[in-house]
Nanobody, 123 residues
Framework: QLQLVESGGGLVQPGGSLRLSCAASGFTLDNYAIGWFRQAPGKVREGVSSITRGGNSMFTDSVKGRFTISRDNAKNTVYLQMNNLKPEDTAVYYC?????????????????WGQGTQVTVSS
């Protein structure tokens, strides 16, 4: 069974950091481009970052310079390092996998989704 599992969420103060992990089971992540998305209460889901199979990445403007994305194919895991977190980063974060070659923040392009991990930024 193909499955993505996110972990690493939690409560952090503004300015703090978290590293989210997206682990795959039942398939090999290095055959897929991976995206991170988030959804805050009452808001539509938005794309945060995406990484291609080759390691090229893209970010939404609001997280550029604060978030990085990386992949460890040996561990079948993709990471989202989030630094200098702000209250507006509070959301449920999801990872997703797509068979296509390129990175994209369009959620309709993704084939498989995890169940999400909550990130709360608050003092």
């Amino acid at each position: 069974q193909l499955q993505l599992v996110e972990s690493g969420g939690g409560l952090v103060q503004p300015g703090g950091s978290l590293r989210l992990s997206c682990a795959a089971s039942g398939f090999t992540l290095d055959n897929y481009a991976i995206g991170w998305f988030r959804q805050a209460p009452g808001k539509v889901r938005e794309g945060v970052s995406s990484i291609t199979r080759g390691g090229n990445s893209m970010f939404t403007d609001s997280v550029k310079g604060r978030f990085t994305i990386s992949r460890d194919n040996a561990k079948n895991t993709v990471y989202l390092q989030m630094n200098n977190l702000k209250p507006e980063d509070t959301a449920v974060y999801y990872c997703a996998a797509r068979r296509g070659l390129g990175a994209t923040l369009n959620d309709f392009s993704y084939n498989y989704w995890g169940q999400g991990t909550q990130v709360t930024v608050s003092s």
